[in-house]
């Protein structure tokens, strides 16, 4: 089986975390493997202040945390998107407000926010859906216009760019994941970063169960976000190679468009002009009206090939259902994109071999 994905761990990653241990370094205030991660990442990101987290979803989850919003205050998220965007809405008792996606790009619909705006919303969170940077130009406009909070759920888009500017510094507050999966990995983690020297004490703060110069006395009821080490020394490692990394993402991409350049049945996602899409995964959209992604995902399984759809709209997760049940809120695009998306074997060390045989595979079946 060729699979989804499969992550790229080589003798310098592992050296790196024996070498950070052999020091002494742990968590915490024990490792200066973290702070150099941190301030590294961020300077890379285009922000001042990184801040290591145990996963994306905790990055999310701090985040909104620290805005301190009251309750049932209405957070505007892309439809389209990883669980974690809309729980950290939840977990912080405000309501995710998913506004529909974009057929082109994937990624949420400017056009669609404004109508959803309401007294009642702060923030938006708009995701770089596998890695294509959503238009974040158009996005601050809005949110300055109605004096709204942005933050970027990057998770999937280290490194992606609009017009040569990195992704995680068009907004406040932007969350990466390090999951095992995402573009560089520690197995689990995440960052924010922001310039907003405020937002970084706060952060760290509530990360570190909000822990005061006076020790022991707590003025927040925070959490313990921490990140470790090891996991920094793992990660760093990858992250010295992230040009790497993304080169090469670009190009299993590059050679899928390219071997299915005529399939009429199919399309890719587009970016606007000088983004770029750094393709954490590589997706196809069906087009056909004779087949959906059940179908391909079932025969190319058949062939030794692994897919996975995109991410079911927030809109109709079961887990809230009791929110929406009484709101006038659609998101056909996203469902569309549920419905046909898939994204393809998207592994580093994929042979051009491979990707010529998935898509042959792919043609077909149409
Ligand atoms: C992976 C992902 C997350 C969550 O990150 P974890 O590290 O798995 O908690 C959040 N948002 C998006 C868009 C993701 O792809």
């Not at 490692?237 to 071997?259: C, D, G, L, V």
């Not at 995964?281 to 996975?308: A, P």
Request: proline content about 2%; some cysteine; glycine content about 4%.
């Amino acid at each position: 089986m060729i699979p989804v994905f499969e992550p790229e761990i080589l003798k310098e990653d592992i050296s790196n975390v024996v070498k950070t241990l052999s020091r002494g370094e742990l968590s915490g205030n024990f490792s200066s493997m973290i702070t150099k991660f941190e301030s590294e990442f961020a300077n890379y990101s285009g922000c001042k202040y990184g801040i290591a987290v145990s996963s994306g979803t905790t990055a999310l989850h701090l985040a909104i945390a620290i805005l301190n919003l009251k309750k049932n205050s209405e957070i505007i998220i892309s439809s389209c998107t990883n669980i974690a965007t809309a729980l950290a809405c939840y977990h912080n008792k405000c309501i995710p407000i998913p506004v529909d996606s974009n057929i082109d790009t994937w990624n949420l619909d400017e056009s669609e926010i404004e109508k959803l705006i309401t007294t009642k919303t702060k923030a938006i969170i708009a995701v770089h859906f596998l890695g294509n940077p959503a238009n974040m130009k158009v996005i601050n406009k809005i949110a300055k216009k109605y004096k709204l909070v942005v933050v970027e759920d990057a998770a999937e888009a280290h490194g992606s760019t609009i017009q040569s500017r990195k992704v995680g510094s068009f907004s406040d507050i932007a969350c990466f994941s390090f999951y095992a999966n995402k573009t560089i990995t520690s197995g689990e983690g995440g960052m924010l970063v922001t310039n907003n020297k405020k937002y970084e004490r706060l952060l760290k703060l509530y990360r570190n169960v909000g822990y005061s110069k006076k020790r022991f006395i707590h003025n927040v009821a925070a959490y313990n976000f921490r990140y470790t080490a090891m996991q920094a020394a793992f990660c760093y490692s990858q992250f010295k190679r992230i040009n790497k990394i993304i080169k090469r993402k670009i190009e299993i991409a590059e050679t899928y468009r390219h071997y299915l350049r005529d399939l009429e049945e199919i399309s890719f996602q587009k970016s606007p002009i000088n983004f770029k899409n750094t393709y954490w995964m590589i997706g196809i959209l069906n087009l056909s009206k004779k087949i959906n992604k059940k179908i391909i995902s079932k025969k190319l399984n058949k062939h030794g090939i692994d897919t996975r759809s995109f991410f079911l709209s927030i809109l109709k997760q079961p887990c809230f259902k009791e929110i929406y049940k009484n709101k006038d809120l659609k998101t056909p695009r996203s469902d569309y994109l549920w419905n046909n998306g898939l994204y393809l074997p998207s592994s580093l060390n994929l042979k051009k071999n491979q990707i010529k045989y998935i898509c042959n595979k792919i043609k077909s079946i149409y």
